[in-house]
């Protein structure tokens, strides 16, 4: 560590007749923008005991340990609100990508996906549930997850076990719950539940917040909204997918008799129905009198007017008094994917049925003429960009090498064919493991601040942990400072730590850290705004069993402290393990 570690230190102890030091930690001389909005200033930042303990003029020699900060960046660690790291943390206590880019906690649990509460002979099934919509490799899970839980408390208390490097907060995730209570077949079919069931599920919850859950998260991506592209491993919609209106207000219920926690929804698609969703979304606010976060907020180049009428939606909302934000993606990163871990054209039938199997079963479905026409014609949201517009990136046979750099346009000019054709004469010849590259859903830097002038939208969608085979969104906050404030200058690097740390905490309840003030939990990044940078896409087989993920670490961070402990230190993990599971009591 490049930590400076001081002989002589601090105020006399009158009993013992030694100098002890008054802080564990100085950090000195660094510009500090305390994420409330203030502007920034030149103040040294004394920590004690995991607490911020003074902010001003520190000597040196009142401090244990002492972090030159001289030309750098102070502020409080990021929070990071939407991730699936419910497997993941099991063996990874950085939680990466995020720990990477100066994410101090995370929230865990989204969009209703997660592993408690979870009989033992329904494990393998929950394990399953995560593997094509949030593409994380079932061998890792099942060598990684400790499975030593069955409620959701239980499974608090794992996470409390399990040693981390960030800060750990959950939802109760209702996919689990649903199948808890209703058992498997009646939930996935959507069924309503009876007055005992809705009672079973109160009683959940209830326990859930009584062991410290954040709240609740629920994902509504109905099968006819033409936008479901997070669908189970068999390609059937999630349980919490068809769930009632009814059950949700009454779990909305409970959070208002409490007094405390906050939702998350996933919900998009067809106008119609993403209307309905909205309703649905402004009557839990209102019955809950609690935040309400929105996923997700996201401009798309061809259409702007779905991120345009998302945001005058929010603001209604807000303008009648509800509590409700928007988490927006900001990252702009191209997404690098192989038809063998790829669902995002899930939302069409023909494509989700033809990519759904084994990998002789997908090669069969892919190349069948008879379904060619079918694919042709399906009507794909805009999950990524125009599929002429994707190019070859990493062919793997002699007969499509030709194609590497190329466009499927260009491609599907020179030989006459479709680009669905082309796409999939490709991938097929390849066995599916062509590494194809398609362009960020916008580019657009006024789409960009369009999203980032409305003051409640929090930047993030990390997803972290989660489509691991082709999205590295945890870089979110790297790229946040990097383009809209120090490259394209949208927005002032103030108002950036604040939509990066205290309007999550905001949202999420969290009383004691999120800015630097004293008597706040001492989650800090110490950063080189000028130097800051995301580094290369690169593949890592760093997950249990040896699986691969796509990954893009940071450069600049020169220190990242969590609970006043120092876990990277120039871009580099320091192995501690200072993170806590934040109970919300």
């Known amino acids: 560590m490049t930590i400076a570690t001081l002989v002589t230190s601090g105020t006399a102890?009158?009993?013992?007749?030694?100098y002890m030091a008054q802080f564990d930690v100085v950090i000195c001389g660094g510009m500090v923008i305390d994420g409330t909005g203030n502007s920034r200033y030149r103040a040294d930042v004394g920590i004690r005991d995991g607490v911020i303990a003074e902010i001003g003029r520190i000597p040196a020699d009142e401090a244990d340990d002492v972090l030159d900060a001289n030309g750098l960046i102070v502020a409080p660690g990021f929070i990071d609100l939407h991730t699936h790291y419910d497997a993941q943390l099991f063996w990874d206590p950085y939680c990466s990508l995020s720990g990477w880019h100066g994410v101090t906690s995370v929230v865990i649990g989204n969009c209703g996906f997660g592993f408690a509460p979870v009989q033992p002979d329904a494990r393998e099934r929950a394990m399953l549930t995560m593997v094509r919509t949030e593409a994380?490799?079932?061998?890792?899970?099942?060598?990684?997850?400790?499975?030593?839980?069955?409620?959701?408390?239980?499974?608090?208390?794992?996470?409390?076990?399990?040693?981390?490097s960030v800060n750990v907060r959950s939802f109760l995730p209702m996919n689990p719950v649903l199948i808890e209570v209703m058992g498997f077949e009646r939930a996935k079919a959507g069924e309503v539940p009876t007055d005992d069931e809705?009672?079973?599920m109160i009683r959940i919850l209830n326990e859930a917040l009584d062991a410290g859950a954040g709240g609740w998260?629920?994902?509504?991506?109905?099968?006819?909204?033409?936008?479901?592209?997070q669908r189970d491993f068999d390609g059937t919609p999630m349980a919490t997918d068809l769930m009632h209106t009814d059950t949700c207000v009454k779990l909305a219920e409970v959070l208002a008799e409490r007094r405390r926690g906050f939702i998350q929804m996933t919900m998009a698609g067809d106008p119609?129905?993403?209307?309905?969703?909205?309703?649905?979304?402004?009557?839990?606010?209102?019955?809950?009198?609690?935040?309400?976060?929105?996923n997700v907020v996201t401009a798309i180049e061809h259409d702007p007017s779905i991120h345009r009428n998302t945001l005058a939606w929010l603001d209604r909302c807000r303008k009648e008094g509800l509590q409700v934000y928007g988490c927006a993606i900001t990252t702009r990163n191209p997404l690098m994917f192989t038809f063998e871990d790829w669902n995002l054209f899930d939302e069409a039938d023909a494509w989700r049925e033809a990519t759904i199997g084994s990998l002789e079963e997908k090669l069969d479905k892919l190349a069948d003429p008879a379904r060619r026409s079918a694919l042709r014609d399906a009507k794909l949201m805009a999950a990524t960009c125009p599929i002429d517009q994707i190019v070859v990136l990493g062919p793997k046979s002699t007969e499509t090498m030709q194609w590497k750099d190329h466009t499927i346009a260009d491609i599907a000019e020179a030989t006459g064919k479709h680009p669905v054709d082309v796409l999939?004469?490709?991938?097929?010849?390849?066995?599916?493991?062509t590494t194809f590259y398609a362009e960020p859903l916008y580019t657009n830097g006024a789409m960009l601040k369009e999203i980032l002038d409305y003051k409640w939208t929090i930047p993030g969608v990390s997803d972290g942990g989660a489509h691991t085979k082709f999205l590295t969104a945890g870089t979110y906050p790297t790229e946040l400072i990097t383009d809209a404030v120090r490259d394209m200058g949208i927005l002032e690097l103030e108002e950036a730590h604040w939509r990066l740390s205290a309007l999550p905490a905001h949202c999420a309840g969290f009383r004691d850290r999120g800015t630097l003030e004293?008597?706040?939990?001492?989650?800090?990044?110490?950063?080189?705004?000028?130097?800051?940078?995301?580094g290369p896409a690169e593949v890592a087989h760093d997950l249990p069993g040896g699986e691969w993920r796509r990954v893009r670490r940071a450069k600049g961070f020169r220190y990242v402290l969590v609970n006043g402990q120092v876990t990277i230190d120039d871009d580099k993990e320091t192995g501690v393990a200072s993170g806590q599971l934040l109970r919300d009591r």
């Open 518 to 534: 004293v008597g706040k939990a001492a989650d800090i990044v110490v950063y080189d705004y000028d130097n800051l940078a995301q």
């Open 198 to 200: 809705h009672d079973a």
């Open 136 to 164: 994380i490799p079932l061998k890792s899970m099942q060598l990684g997850m400790p499975w030593d839980w069955v409620s959701f408390p239980e499974f608090l208390d794992s996470v409390d076990r399990a040693p981390k």
């Open 272 to 294: 119609a129905i993403v209307d309905e969703s909205k309703r649905t979304f402004e009557l839990l606010a209102r019955v809950s009198g609690r935040p309400v976060l929105y």
């Open 13 to 18: 102890s009158l009993d013992r007749g030694v």
């Open 424 to 433: 999939l004469d490709i991938a097929v010849a390849d066995r599916l493991r």
């Open 217 to 229: 998260s629920v994902q509504r991506l109905r099968p006819e909204s033409g936008a479901n592209v």
